[in-house]
Each structure stands twice: as structure tokens, then as C-alpha cells.
């Protein structure tokens, strides 16, 4: 059986591409205001144009409104989402 490895809260192009090379299988992105590392569906849209095929986009929320999450799956497409 082989883990998986996902890195949550990247919000640079570079560090993206480092967890990529770095092999991960997965990134996450933050959707939860009171975080640090939380992105806008738009900015994640972006950051989303750095990750290749294969590699997973994973959308994190916690306790999120119906809308804010129809947001980033229209504007991000994430593979996944987590909920907490």
C-alpha cells in the first residue's frame, strides 16, 4: 500500500512547484477566513494554473456557507474537498 502525502496551505507559486518536485500527491488550498494562509476563489484559480495533471487540488473549509463552496468549485474545480 502506498501513502499519499498532501501539503495544505500554499499560497505561492514557488512553493507549489517545490511540493511538486518534491513529489506530493495532493495540495490543498484554505478556504477559511480566519486563517493566514486563506485564499480568495480567485487567487486559488490561479495558484491552481501551477499545479500539473496527476497532482490533486484539495479545497479546505470550515463550516462553510453552501455558497462560498460553490464558488471555489466553479472557479477552482478542486478534485476533493475536505471539511472541518
Known amino acids: 500500500m502506498r501513502t499519499r502525502i498532501k501539503i495544505c496551505g500554499l499560497t505561492r507559486e514557488q512553493d507549489i512547484e517545490a ?4 513529489g506530493v500527491d ?6 477559511y477566513a ?3 494562509r486563506c485564499l480568495t476563489p480567485m487567487r486559488a484559480a490561479q495558484l491552481r494554473r ?3 495533471a496527476f497532482v490533486d487540488v484539495v479545497a479546505l473549509f470550515v463550516n462553510p456557507e453552501h455558497e462560498e463552496v460553490q464558488a ?3 472557479q477552482v474545480g478542486p478534485e476533493l ?4
Open 72 to 74: 471555489v468549485l466553479d
Open 34 to 36: 480566519k486563517s493566514k
Open 19 to 22: 511540493a511538486v518536485a518534491a
Open 50 to 52: 501551477a499545479v500539473p
Open 26 to 31: 495532493a495540495i490543498g488550498f484554505v478556504f
Open 81 to 84: 474537498l475536505q471539511f472541518h
